[in-house]
């Protein structure tokens, strides 16, 4: 019986999934997004696949559990992308935080507004319940075969172990936990899974970025956000504005739900309520010297989680959690969330002298978190929800909440929901499915004009703008010195493959210069 395909408004890392999981099933798909692929969160994560120590502490147990088996997943599906990270919490004390970590667990608020900071016995506590739920999950190996090793306790002047302020530690408790340098890469494989299994298979599957959708009645009109964008390699029913009826439409924007669902326009009650963090990435390398290659899970003044992480020759520090209500198109990172982050550096290694001077870049996402009122950002839920519309007249689905760890379960689940709704069976899952490799090499582009991966990736990766390679595909904004010259090549590159006109070289060139310098701080190595 043919079906009609099914609509996923979202290109991030769940709307990808999703796509793929359903392609799997046999059922079509057109994904539509009114930016770029992993324009959202899933760019400015902490990009860590973990288990979510810090979730035991409010009871969330099975989320742990679920979270630790996708972690356990992807290491052996995606080697490529995710490696094993060994990651050190500096303790202060012995017993300190048991009171408020009970507290939490419990579900009761404190009355005192002291930061507590969590004690050796604590974390003890935290790490052996992390171990037993990893186990329970699977027997997890990494890349080369080896068992992740578990929780481990040393002493500050152990060689190997980072060297960080005695003053503020006396003991380092050891976990492991996964890093995915690049989750936009992520995104692209997924899609790419998905548009090798609907060749195989016959169907139907489409990207459309920089679109978007308006619902009349049953029927979704489709109209460019950019009538100068050459992005889509998939065709089109016709030029500008075009048509599909799906048989279900699901709304994976991510921390834009809620103004999709007001676009279409929809019907419904608040769904999300997002909160920024931010990260800087330096390229110091006495703090580099300092990290021994290792990361650090430790807390700012006010107990907020903190990371220092090693990140592609340098260290990725964040994340700051601060309630967020504005566009999250529009989130950068403050002065005064900088200012925090370097802050938590100081104490916890002082030696490195790290300086505002000394951040390479930053970066600000906006989470998808849902719509809760939680005294405190930390303490809302990371579990996904699926929320229906039944103002909708055909099913439609919200995604809310979730993390990038759980994207493949999330899109099971998701998919699983879907086809029961338009009376499709469920016939196959991506649990022992590998994730496929491309060539991409991030972050190591010399010289572009030579190098067949750039090519590649104008040609099939739904490249519309300069800013989509730079940022989203090659994660050039990573590197330790981005030059005007560097972009304009690429821009000649686009033009090659028909994305840019001549004329619209320098515009390209300027225009993207410009978002690196508002968005992410950086200056051009030649720009005046």
Partial sequence: MDVQPVLILGGGINGAAVARELILNGVPVWLLDTADLAFGATAY?????????????????SLVKESLDERARLLKLAPHLVKPLRLFIPVRNNWGGLTQAAGKFLGLRGKSKKTVHRGLRVVQVGLWLYDHYSRVARPERAWDGSILPPRSLHRLDEEGVPAVNPKVAKRLWAYSDAQIIFPERLVIDFLADARELAKASGLDFRVFTY?????????????PTDPVGRGSPDPAPGDGEFTVEPSAIINATGAWVDSTLARLPLPSR???GGTKGSHFLTYHPRL??????QGVYTEARDGRPVFLLPFCGGTLVGTTDIPFDGDPAAAVATQEELEYLLSVVADIFPGAGLQRSDIAMHQCGVRPLPYVDAKTPAAITRRHQLVWNDAAPLPLVSLVGGKLTTCRSLAEETAAAVLHRIGRPVIANSRERPIPSSRHTPCAVASPQLMPEIVDSIQTEWVTHLEDLVERRLMLHFQPQLSRQLLA??????????KLEVTEIEPAVTRCAARLRSHFGIQLTNDN
């Fill in 45 to 61: 994560s902490s990009r860590l696949i973990h288990g979510g120590l810090r979730y035991l502490e409010f009871g969330e147990f």
């Fill in 270 to 272: 608040r769904l999300m």
């Fill in 211 to 223: 679109h978007r959708a308006a619902l009349k009645g049953s029927t979704v009109e489709i109209s």
């Fill in 489 to 498: 090549d690429l821009a000649h590159a686009l033009v090659q493959h028909g």
């Fill in 288 to 293: 580099a010297e300092l990290l021994n290659g």
